[in-house]
């Protein structure tokens, strides 16, 4: 089951996935490597796009407001 | 529009050299990959001030005078552990914009931004642009636009209009549940503006699989969304708006447009750890919209070029003549979206950095392909400074109903005739009670049945038909969102770690939207591009991180009770810190409304007094308009810090937003080109900032006394103008909506506390001293002098409770508005202000001597300090204000009362 699910981004990045052990994440948990180092501000962004392209939307919803200006 | 998200830290300690901590923290999560959409693990405090600032737009023919769409928004955040597994997150959001922005786009040969023109001794001067919907232009029979030279020209340009400024506001929620390798939250929230209203909710799933190194999201969200827009009753009259005349409400002074709309999406994300320095997250969405779908002020230019005109003007024999009209725009009442994205993350050993690459790809059934490519590096340079410079390339293929203007080969009217080409005439008083009337060839008029009749007893007229809209495209927009461009964008952010969980961020965005940078080109022409940049600054407290430091450091809670209780949350300066080292974060809000009589003096006034007595300045000597309610709402942050054991110095920056309305006066005839009655006036952005010291004078048990010195700069603006109505500039927004005071001032103060057993008292001098006669605008805001005290219980070692009075003076505002000069009517004027001769319906809010007064208050508070726990060492507070006396200077709303709310946390 956990081979499987490994395969699915595999397929996407035709990268294979390593066995990394718990003692061995200490470079994944640095703060940098956040999917999101700087949440705050990227929704700002995100929120800003928003009112500025059609390709908004897709996630989840959230608010915003009209953004019709 | 926008999204707000939570924020992920995959690791919850400090960054230390010890990989082995590191280690451990890893081990300790519940969830090492956990995405945007589920609660993280530390509780935190932001909050956040961003500015985004627009360009301006080109006009081609003409200069545009018109300030580009700027918006000031706040944020703030918290996020909480209930239990170990329970976690609560809230937000707030307030935007405030205002500015200039595209309506519609039109031939560029129709001069669809009339100059607007003033004679300057024998020279026609053109100072700036006004929108003009509605002309007419010529067109070869091929329905080509020609210009004055009868040469074919189709360029467009946008036509703008400007919008005073508004406010939205936005709370929302999420409550999440973890398990060990899984974790629920639900959320929810409201979005509100005067014209604008949403309400959603969300559910959000994770599970981790394959020892952590992979998990899988799931999320589900609905939004509903009302709106009511009021077209803008400038442009209003020369929009067609029949194809939602049933959406339509006529108010007594404004139309009303309605819709509903409804969106459901769903996503599903999977995180994988590639390798212990690289992983990736992959996503896909599908959002669902339906029903009115349109942005209510945005226009279609459609021209409209019947045959039948060809050489009917002698200037162009050759031309048709079309009959420029601007329709309110039509979008398809459904909306398919699908979104589908990877983020790949790479560590960087040798720099001890991190290359962050994602790529999204968006369609959706309006005819729309957009792609996403965005690169960050996030560099620590050690001591907790951390850089993250980041590139963005974004391109969008055009809707299939995107259009910069139609052209229609019909007339927009015509007379109407019947089968067998006769001119049909009617009632002119009654045009719809079917009779119908046709002219004879002796010049006399029948009815359908042929009878005679008495035209000198009947008003009758040609009966006017209006185009074919089945002839029109079902669905149309000019709107630029729809349009093919491309847009380049780059940033920097700085953030920097303090000890103790505090950090700061700033943040810096340039964006340059252009036609030119489509993917595969086609885009857009160059009359649409524009740039815009974001500027942030943010402040974030880590409480987990805090939480530590207070419980390590218990002698700080220790302190905290040799005081005795907190004063009353509407008490500034009332403590300080005791130890060397120490700091403070904190939060107060103020709300305060005025609304009911309007009085003068003590006393309530008639509308017939103020009317013949409150505008003695202005040029009818006579008011038109009074306030019918005033709300101001101010958020203050504060941080404070301790150098030495005597000496405090602390930083308050501002934001502020006021809404008000007025009401014609009893007595006064509504004049619409004059009378602003339009559902109110919002301003709304950074106040002014303060920066004080405070100096310890005596501290013995039970007895403390101290000083406070304070500077506050004038980072309000105060030259918030109304826009441009009815063919006139507006002038200044009354001094009570300006957001600061726009003068340097001198805050000084003075504190006394007490305490014994259960019981706590104090008392406060404290003033403002205007350093500057006027401000950059003219005037300077009236001094003020406060006096209160109080006195407080405990009723439990952590609850206490408070009364208080206070006694506040403030002088009338000195000097006025510098005079504005303008273009009203085709005339420059020397001053388009409230009161003027072009601008004259004014109301006492205008009249710098109807503000301050004497004022007496009765306050009710509560105060915690939370003993243990999450929020140990947090102190909250509210209170109640009760005018029980008003005497104003001049005429003024009386005042309902005001409510002050704070948070403080000191380490």
Redesign the interface.
């Known amino acids: 089951m956990n081979k499987l699910v490994c395969l699915l981004p595999l397929v996407l990045v035709i990268t294979g996935c390593t066995a990394v052990a718990p003692w061995q994440r200490g470079t994944l948990a640095k703060p940098q490597m956040a999917l999101e180092p700087n949440p705050v501000q990227s929704a700002l962004r995100t929120h800003t796009y928003g009112s500025r392209e059609a390709a908004a939307g897709g996630g989840s919803a959230v608010g915003g407001g009209c953004g019709c200006y | 529009?926008?999204?707000?998200?939570?924020?992920?830290?995959?690791?919850a300690t400090k960054?230390t050299s010890a990989?082995q901590a590191?280690?451990v923290?890893?081990?300790a999560?519940p969830g090492?990959?956990?995405?945007?959409?589920c609660l993280a693990d530390d509780d935190e405090v932001?909050f956040?001030y961003?500015h985004?600032q627009e360009g301006k737009r080109s006009l081609v023919k003409v200069p545009n005078n018109r300030n580009p769409?700027e918006?000031d928004?706040i944020?703030g955040?918290s996020k909480v552990s209930l239990t170990d597994r329970i976690k609560f997150a809230f937000a707030y959001?307030q935007?405030t914009?205002s500015?200039a922005?595209p309506i519609t786009t039109a031939p560029l040969v129709g001069n669809g931004n009339h100059p607007i023109q003033v004679t300057s001794g024998k020279n026609l001067l053109t100072v700036g642009a006004s929108p003009l919907i509605n002309r007419q232009i010529f067109l070869d029979p091929q329905l080509h636009p020609l210009n004055y030279k009868q040469q074919i020209d189709a360029s467009p340009v946008h036509i703008l209009a400007t919008?005073s400024p508004e406010t939205?506001k936005?709370g929302?929620f999420k409550l999440g549940y973890e398990w060990d390798e899984a974790a629920v939250d639900i959320?929810g929230?409201?979005?509100v503006?005067k014209?604008?209203e949403?309400r959603?909710?969300?559910i959000?799933t994770r599970w981790d699989?394959?020892?952590k190194?992979?998990s899988?999201n799931v999320?589900l969200?609905?939004?509903n969304?009302d709106?009511s827009?009021i077209l803008d009753h400038d442009a209003e009259p020369y929009i067609t708006k029949t194809a939602f005349q049933n959406q339509i409400e006529i108010l007594p002074y404004t139309q009303v447009l309605s819709g509903n709309k409804q969106?459901w999406?769903s996503?599903l994300g999977?995180?994988?750890?590639?390798?212990?320095?690289?992983?990736?997250?992959?996503n896909i969405?599908?959002?669902r919209?339906t029903g009115y779908l349109e942005?209510?002020?945005k226009v279609m230019t459609v021209v409209f070029a019947d045959s039948a005109t060809l050489g009917s003007d002698p200037s162009a024999p050759n031309a048709l003549v079309g009959d420029v009209r601007a329709l309110l725009e039509q979008r398809p009442n459904e909306r398919n979206?699908?979104?589908m994205g990877?983020?790949?993350?790479q560590?960087i050993n040798p720099l001890?950095?991190?290359l962050?690459l994602d790529y999204?790809f968006?369609h959706?059934d309006?005819g729309?392909n957009?792609h996403?490519f965005e690169a960050?590096w996030?560099?620590?340079l050690g001591q907790g400074w951390?850089v993250?410079p980041r590139i963005r390339y974004?391109s969008?293929d055009a809707?299939n109903f995107y259009a910069p203007y139609l052209i229609s080969n019909q007339a927009f009217t015509k007379t109407a005739t019947d089968s067998i080409g006769r001119e049909i005439w009617v009632d002119a008083n009654n045009p719809n009670n079917g009779q119908q009337f046709f002219r004879t060839n002796n010049g006399g008029f029948v009815d359908d049945k042929g009878n005679s009749v008495d035209i000198t007893a009947v008003d009758i007229t040609p009966k006017r038909v209006g185009f074919d809209a089945s002839k029109l495209p079902a669905n149309f927009s000019s709107d630029q969102?729809?349009s093919g461009y491309g847009?380049l964008s780059g940033g920097v952010?700085v953030?920097k770690q303090f000890a103790k969980g505090l950090s700061l961020?700033a943040?810096f965005?340039y964006?340059t939207?252009q036609g030119a940078l489509k993917l595969g080109g086609g885009g857009e022409g160059a009359y649409s591009d524009f740039n815009?940049y974001?500027a942030?600054a943010?402040l974030?407290v880590n409480l987990s991180t805090l939480g530590r430091a207070i419980a390590d450091h218990s002698s700080h809670t220790q302190h905290h009770h040799e005081h005795g209780t907190p004063a009353p949350a509407g008490v500034m300066f009332s403590h300080m810190l005791g130890n060397e080292g120490d700091m403070m974060v904190g939060y107060r809000y103020m709300y305060s409304r005025q609304a009911g009589d309007m009085l003068h003096g003590t006393d309530p006034v008639s509308d017939k007094n103020i009317k013949n007595n409150a505008c003695l300045d202005s040029y009818l000597r006579r008011c038109r308009v009074a306030p019918d309610y005033m709300d101001m709402h101010m958020h203050m942050l504060n941080i404070m810090y301790a150098p030495t054991d005597w000496l405090n110095l602390m930083l308050m920056p501002q934001f502020m937003d006021m809404g008000m309305n007025q009401r014609l006066l009893s007595g006064v005839t509504y004049d619409a080109t004059q009378d602003h009655l339009h559902g109110g006036h919002q301003t709304g952005g950074v106040g002014d900032t303060g920066m004080y010291a405070l100096f310890k004078l005596f501290d013995k048990t039970g007895h403390h006394l101290h000083t406070s010195l304070g500077l506050s700069a004038p980072t309000g603006d105060v030259d918030i103008k109304l826009r441009r109505m009815h063919g006139k500039d507006a002038g200044f927004i009354h001094y009570g909506m300006q957001l600061g005071s726009g003068t340097w001032d001198f805050n000084p103060s003075l504190t006394y506390t007490g305490n014994l057993a259960r019981w706590s008292w104090g008392a406060q001098l404290s003033g403002t001293i205007r350093l500057e006669d006027k401000n950059a605008s003219g005037y300077a805001l009236g001094d003020i002098f406060q006096s209160t005290a109080w006195g407080s219980y405990n009723l439990t070692h952590w609850l206490s409770a408070s009364v208080r009075g206070v006694y506040t003076a403030q002088g009338q505002i000195n000097g006025a508005f510098n005079l504005t000069p303008g273009v009203a009517n085709g005339k420059q004027v020397n001053n388009v202000n409230p009161g003027s001769k072009s601008n004259f319906s004014a109301g006492p809010m205008d009249y710098g001597n109807s503000y301050g007064g004497r004022y007496w208050d009765v306050g009710f508070g509560v105060s915690a300090t939370i003993p243990e726990g999450t929020f140990q060492g947090h102190r909250f507070g509210v209170e109640w204000l009760q005018p029980v006396e008003d005497d104003v200077n001049g005429y003024q709303l009386e005042r309902v009362g005001a409510l002050s709310a704070s948070w403080n946390l000191m380490f």
């Open positions: 529009m926008g999204a707000r998200q939570w924020e992920v830290v995959v690791a960054v990989l590191l280690t923290a890893a081990l999560l090492l990959l956990q995405s945007t959409t932001d956040q961003s985004y769409i918006v928004s944020f955040s959001t935007d914009w500015g922005t919008a939205r936005q929302d959320g929230g409201i979005s503006e014209d604008y949403s959603f909710g969300n959000n699989f394959n020892q190194l992979t899988l999320g969200s609905y939004t969304s709106t827009a969106d999406s996503s999977l995180t994988q750890v590639l390798n212990k320095n690289a992983l990736i997250e992959t969405g599908y959002t919209s942005n209510p002020y979206q699908l979104t990877a983020r790949y993350i560590y001890d950095a991190a962050h999204r968006f959706d309006w729309i957009a996403t960050d996030v560099q620590p951390t993250t974004y969008q809707a969102r729809l847009a952010t953030s961020e943040g965005e964006y939207h815009y974001v942030n943010a974030k």
